[in-house]
């Protein structure tokens, strides 16, 4: 619930230091599965912050690197999560493949 709330944040520097939060989350194997864990919030908003917009140029890479990482930290933690939903249902592909795309075209 605290890296849903400091992505939610409009300070992108609160937004980058939640998205390496979870990173590290999905980096942890457990040993109980997750009946109740939904990722949709993290898919759209890591999907969201690969089309940042920001004025600084820097903060802007910074943060569609952010989304990036957090979009492949979803991935990693539902692929070794059989009771997660499934993250290659379009419902998820749709956003994002089209924010890794844009990130490969748009080096700006």
């Given at each position: 619930k605290m890296?849903?709330?400091?992505l939610e944040?409009?300070?992108?520097?609160?937004?980058?230091m939640?998205?390496?939060?979870?990173?590290r989350f999905?980096?942890?194997e457990?040993?109980t599965?997750?009946?109740?864990?939904r990722?949709?919030f993290f898919?759209?908003?890591?999907s969201a912050m690969c089309?940042a917009n920001?004025?600084?140029?820097?903060?802007?890479k910074?943060?569609?690197l952010?989304?990036?990482?957090g979009l492949?930290?979803?991935v990693?933690?539902?692929?070794s999560?059989?009771?997660?939903?499934?993250?290659?249902e379009?419902i998820h592909?749709?956003k994002?493949?089209p924010?890794l795309?844009y990130?490969?075209?748009?080096?700006?």
């Open positions: 890296i849903q709330k400091l944040s409009t300070d992108p520097q609160l937004q980058i939640a998205t390496q939060s979870f990173v999905a980096n942890i457990e040993d599965p997750s009946y109740h864990t990722y949709d898919v759209s908003k890591f089309h920001h004025d600084d140029l820097a903060i802007r910074q943060i569609r952010a989304g990036i990482q492949q930290g979803v990693r933690k539902t692929l999560d059989d009771l997660v939903e499934n993250i290659w379009s592909m749709d994002i493949v924010s795309l990130n490969m075209q748009n080096s700006r």
